[in-house]
């Protein structure tokens, strides 16, 4: 049986874990820790250490143990803070019951349980006081619903290459996945995964330039300028993954001029340019042609709203904030999505009050 020692109190006992786990003393900072819990079994923030203390061990049962019992604590209270939360928050390790839910949707992704990891984003994104938790959790949510639609995909498409092992375009749209899959995993922050989608990424696209160069080869007036794009695509995609900009936006500008009715190809060349300009410091970079490629875009896909959103913002660097406005407002008409809405709504607040415009439209006096 633990036994407290006699003056001890759960906020002392839980700042000298707090001590102990900053010095990597993770056996001292267990024993506070536990004694918190035995002084006030729903002390939160105790919980959340010891999920910490899991994680620095690498001991994942007990990181998922701690860190469901703080989970289902402050669910239990509807997620009311109390003063020890508020303090726990509020110090160097900055532990708040979100990273609990985080934690949680991570074990349920890697089970593939993606529905149940969506439910743990929803929970932070209900609270309206941590707009930073609020913001990871609204991104993290769309990242995991992407993933959704490319494990389906990789299904349907794993099916087509057995049937045709030898089909460039099959394989270019397997690399061009493996892609995005590695894409969604760096925006969940699960790093260690997205080596082994670029190394697939890379040998499906070898494999179809292969069998493209043969089939050319075979019957020299046969063109396949679609499947061209796709392989130039996938190829920048991974370029701009490995930091290597000025590659990536070359790769890019060839999927545009092979596919010039493919608006994603467009909207990448836009993109590749900002992350240049955003790189050099130098807003101005290019911004004609960003704004050139995103406006094509948004006339080849009208009802994606990302690119609607994109054109608002560069519409905006270009001090024309009634047209951004307006970008704005077909966003919204074009995107029945929660959480687009509320990024949305927020982005039309804040021009609204530039511009005057009252809300729904209408020009102030």
């Given at each position: ?8 109190s ?7 874990a ?6 990597k ?10 004694r ?15 999920g ?5 061990r ?24 109390r ?10 390790l ?11 949707a ?19 994104s209900?609270?309206?006081s ?31 290459n057995?049937k045709?092992?030898n ?7 397997m ?19 997205v ?48 930091g290597?900009?000025?590659?990536a936006?070359e790769k890019v ?8 009715s ?28 960003r ?29 024309k904030?009634r ?14 999505d929660?959480?687009?809405?509320v ?11 530039e ?7 209408s020009?102030g006096?």
């Amino acid at each position: 049986m633990l036994l407290v020692g006699c003056g001890s109190s759960p906020k002392a006992d839980f700042n000298q874990a707090l001590e102990a786990f900053s010095k990597k003393d993770y056996d001292q900072a267990e024993r506070f820790a536990r004694r918190t819990l035995a002084q006030q079994e729903d002390y939160a923030p105790a919980y959340l250490l010891l999920g910490r203390i899991g994680l620095a061990r690498e001991d994942e049962n007990s990181a998922t143990l701690n860190y469901r019992s703080a989970y289902d604590m402050m669910s239990g209270r509807k997620f009311r803070l109390r003063a020890e939360d508020l303090q726990a928050a509020a110090g160097d390790l900055r532990l708040a019951w979100q990273e609990a839910a985080f934690f949680l949707a991570d074990v349920e992704f890697k089970t593939q349980n993606f529905n149940r990891a969506i439910q743990f984003y929803d929970a932070v994104s209900a609270d309206e006081s941590s707009p930073e938790w609020r913001k990871r959790a609204l991104d993290s949510k769309q990242a995991t619903r992407e993933f959704m639609g490319h494990a389906r995909m990789l299904e349907s498409l794993r099916a087509q290459n057995y049937k045709s092992p030898n089909n460039p375009t099959i394989q270019a749209e397997m690399s061009a996945l493996f892609l995005e899959m590695a894409s969604g995993l760096t925006r969940l922050g699960k790093m260690k995964s997205v080596p082994d989608r670029l190394a697939m990424a890379a040998k499906f696209r070898e494999q179809a330039q292969e069998a493209l160069d043969a089939i050319y080869q075979a019957s020299p007036e046969v063109r396949l300028p679609q499947t061209e794009a796709l392989i130039a695509y996938t190829d920048g995609q991974e370029q701009l993954m490995r930091g290597k900009y000025e590659d990536a936006l070359e790769k890019v500008l060839i999927a545009a001029e092979k596919e010039p009715s493919n608006g994603k190809y467009q909207f990448s060349v836009a993109s590749i340019m900002a992350v240049i300009a955003t790189q050099k410091k130098d807003p101005s970079y290019r911004l004609d042609e960003r704004e050139t490629y995103v406006k094509r875009a948004v006339e080849l896909e009208p009802k994606t709203w990302r690119y609607q959103t994109a054109y608002a913002g560069i519409l905006r660097d270009r001090r024309k904030p009634r047209e951004a406005y307006d970008a704005l407002v077909k966003a919204r008409g074009v995107t029945q999505d929660p959480d687009a809405l509320v990024q949305i709504d927020a982005a039309l607040a804040t021009l609204e009050k530039e511009i005057g415009v009252s809300p729904g439209g209408s020009q102030g006096n």
